[in-house]
T-cell receptor
Framework: QKEVEQDPGPLSVPEGAIVSLNCTYS??????FMWYRQYSRKGPELLMY????GNKEDGRFTAQVDKSSKYISLFIRDSQPSDSATYLC????????????FGAGTRLFVKA | GAVVSQHPSRVICKSGTSVKIECRSL??????MFWYRQFPKKSLMLMAT?????????EQGVEKDKFLINHASLTLSTLTVTSAHPEDSSFYIC????????????FGPGTRLTVT
């Protein structure tokens, strides 16, 4: 079983839709949860990070962490064609040399 | 957010030659830098972690004599692919993290290496 599972998609939605991206994980020691956006042939860009459980909102993006279910989500409201990219979840036990584990990434297409 | 640059963005080299890729943190001091390899439609594969002034820690299965990593300063790390072969062709991405923020990595734009 992989430490982090993420559906690779592709996920195709119409412009303006609410997008839900998800990851599950197996290591209950994970404390830091991140979402990255990666455009084709570019490096990943940090979108949001959350410590422990709860929600975090930034503009059209909302990150949720449910540690009891070992499940994290990223919601994108009012999706735009420019949101078309691959979204990678990532998580880490903590600082001090702990490795960050990445999901495989979900490819998202937002159609105009 | 923090800015990380990577150079070159694209390189083509002949089999048997060595290639050096530079990773720089432009506006912060990177205590730790990471080197990843990414295959098409696959996630990032961590190759090694380097701390400034220390030897890099390589992941299992990554040949340290083939992928030489140097982290000489808080703003620069280099990856040298020695005696490159076609199977080394890939997208190499570095990332950098500041002190106490190793969970928050900032990525470079990547280097596309093609070995002919």
């Amino acid at each position: 079983q992989k430490e982090v599972e993420q559906d690779p998609g592709p996920l195709s939605v119409p412009e303006g839709a609410i997008v839900s991206l998800n990851c599950t994980y197996s290591n209950s020691a994970f404390q830091y949860f991140m979402w990255y956006r990666q455009y084709s042939r570019k490096g990943p860009e940090l979108l949001m990070y959350t410590y422990s459980s709860g929600n975090k909102e930034d503009g059209r993006f909302t990150a949720q962490v449910d540690k009891s279910s070992k499940y994290i989500s990223l919601f994108i409201r009012d999706s735009q064609p420019s949101d078309s990219a691959t979204y990678l979840c990532a998580m880490s036990v903590g600082t001090g040399g702990f490795k960050t584990i990445f999901g495989a990434g979900t490819r998202l297409f937002v159609k105009a | 957010g923090a800015v990380v640059s990577q150079h070159p963005s694209r390189v083509i080299c002949k089999s048997g030659t060595s290639v050096k890729i530079e990773c720089r943190s432009l506006d912060f001091q990177a205590t730790t830098m990471f080197w990843y390899r990414q295959f098409p439609k696959k996630s990032l594969m961590l190759m090694a972690t380097s701390n400034e002034g220390s030897k890099a820690t390589y992941e299992q299965g990554v040949e340290k004599d083939k992928f030489l990593i140097n982290h000489a300063s808080l703003t620069l790390s280099t990856l040298t692919v020695t005696s490159a072969h076609p199977e080394d062709s890939s997208f190499y991405i570095c990332s950098a993290a500041g002190t106490g923020q190793q969970y928050e990595q900032y990525f470079g734009p990547g280097t596309r290496l093609t070995v002919t």
